[in-house]
């Protein structure tokens, strides 16, 4: 049996190594193979992009050798995916080796699109990759005040970041001495400051308990750099001195070019997790368009399920069980305080107040992460 | 020509049913209608809202076995 992982991110990670210690004699024996293919040899712990940004990590801190997270007998190969030929089972790869497959696991992960708004790329400040987080901070440091904006596309992965850089850059600015001179001003694209209902009932009177402002229905329609004015869909303004921006996300280019689904994500069973349509072809983590939360624990969960159902079909020739839409979000309310959301398809979140020990949890988790990829935690 | 396009928001907290819309809104073409399936009550009242002040046309809300169906139109 041949199971071929594309993508060496979280999902693409976890999956693999549970999969090769669930199947170690099978491994052994020759009877099952684990090939995984990626665009990269490092791994990139993407969670602490936003802590990269405030000058909290750095980034040797975010990286560590994808071989290193493997179990042995897995098959990894620095040779993306480039083109799927589904009806024959087969993927052809950038050095253009053909790759066979009993069953596929797409997990390539996303990408935030900021070239989709007009004059977004090119006057935000951004911090989902380590070149525009590094660039984020040292724009952050030789700011000395003004009015912060914060704006919100979707959709984006990690849907607590919008919150979590507001606050956090809240502290930031209150410890630089600046909170007279910063006005920090947090836009969202609907009716409240956050998706989650509860989250929004307690991060909204945070933010005026900080003087935080805030406009609810802005969905950014254009950045006039020239004039530091954003225009929004619903025909407000707001005038900025620094943009601070989360773009609108997509899936990944391969998988749009290869036909697999509009805008790089694949129709995917929201409990079978295979691709609509194949048996055989499974999807994982922020491709799907599953329509929960693209963050490292849908991944994390959702290749949990695909592991032990995997395994299974080749043990016993049938999958054991659903993914039951299982997330759970870490939420920095500062530098010193968090809480958290944990919230399935039929159970909605009931986040507590932040507290420091949840904080320090978060802390602890972004060492443990590196455990966690190798499916141990 | 115009499309109609299921937007299955079923059981989702997070991002939740109207984000889904507006992220699906944006790879649709003018006049594609969008149906909106949501579980979250909610929706009833935040989608004909948010499609009002955006200036989309809201075209109807039925429920079925739970779950509400929210018909947009992409206006502009």
């Known amino acids: ?377 | 020509m115009a499309d109609k396009k299921i937007v299955d928001g079923r059981g989702s907290f997070c991002p939740g049913p109207l984000m889904e819309l507006i992220a699906a809104l944006k790879s649709s073409q003018i006049g594609d209608e969008l149906d909106v399936l949501s579980t979250d009550k909610g929706s009833v009242n935040d989608i004909p809202e948010w499609v009002r002040k955006v200036g989309h046309e809201y075209v109807s809300t039925t429920e079925e076995g739970g779950v509400w169906h929210i018909v947009v139109r992409k206006a502009k």
């Open chain 1, 1 to 377: 049996m041949k199971i071929l992982i594309v993508g060496g991110g979280m999902g693409g990670t976890i999956l693999a190594n549970s999969l090769a210690r669930r199947l170690t004699a099978e491994l052994k024996a020759g009877k099952a193979r684990i090939t995984m293919l990626s665009a990269s040899d490092k791994h990139m712990y993407q969670p602490g992009l936003l802590y990269l940004a405030i000058g909290r990590m750095t980034p040797d801190e975010l990286y560590r050798d994808q071989a290193s997270l493997l179990e042995p007998g897995i098959e990894f190969h620095v040779d993306p995916v480039e083109e799927f030929m589904l009806d024959n089972n087969r993927v052809k790869t950038k050095s253009g080796k053909l790759v066979d497959y009993d069953i596929m696991v797409i997990a390539t992960g996303s990408r935030m699109y900021p070239e989709g708004i007009p004059g977004l790329a090119e006057n935000a400040e951004l911090f989902y990759t380590e070149e525009s987080a590094l660039k984020m901070f040292k724009r952050l440091q030789s700011f000395e005040g003004g009015k912060v904006v914060i704006t919100v596309g979707v959709p984006h992965k990690c849907p607590m970041a919008p919150l979590e850089i507001t606050f956090m850059l809240h502290d930031y600015f209150k410890d630089r001495g600046l909170s007279d001179k910063v006005q920090l001003h947090y836009t969202y694209p609907i009716n409240r400051v956050h998706s989650l209902e509860n989250v929004a009932k307690w991060a909204a009177p945070e933010m005026n308990r900080l003087g935080i402002t805030y406009d609810t229905f802005f969905n950014l329609k254009e950045v006039d750099g020239a004039n530091k004015v954003l225009k929004s869909e619903e025909g407000t303004e707001i005038k900025y001195d620094l943009l601070i921006a989360i773009p609108a996300h997509k899936g990944m280019e391969v998988v749009e070019k290869n036909g697999l689904g509009q805008g790089g994500w694949i129709p995917t069973n929201r409990t079978k997790l295979n691709m609509e349509g194949r048996s055989n072809v499974f999807v994982c983590g922020d491709t799907t368009n599953i329509p929960i939360s693209k963050a490292g624990s849908t991944a994390h969960f959702e290749a949990d399920t695909l592991a032990e159902n995997i395994a299974a079909v080749i043990k016993m020739g049938s999958p054991v069980r659903d993914y039951d839409g299982k997330v759970f979000c870490f939420i920095e309310a500062g530098k010193d305080r968090a809480t958290y959301a944990m919230f399935n398809y039929q159970n909605p979140p009931d986040p507590k107040a932040p507290t420091k020990a949840m904080h320090w949890f978060k802390m602890a988790y972004n060492k443990l992460y590196w455990i966690s990829a190798r499916g141990l935690l």
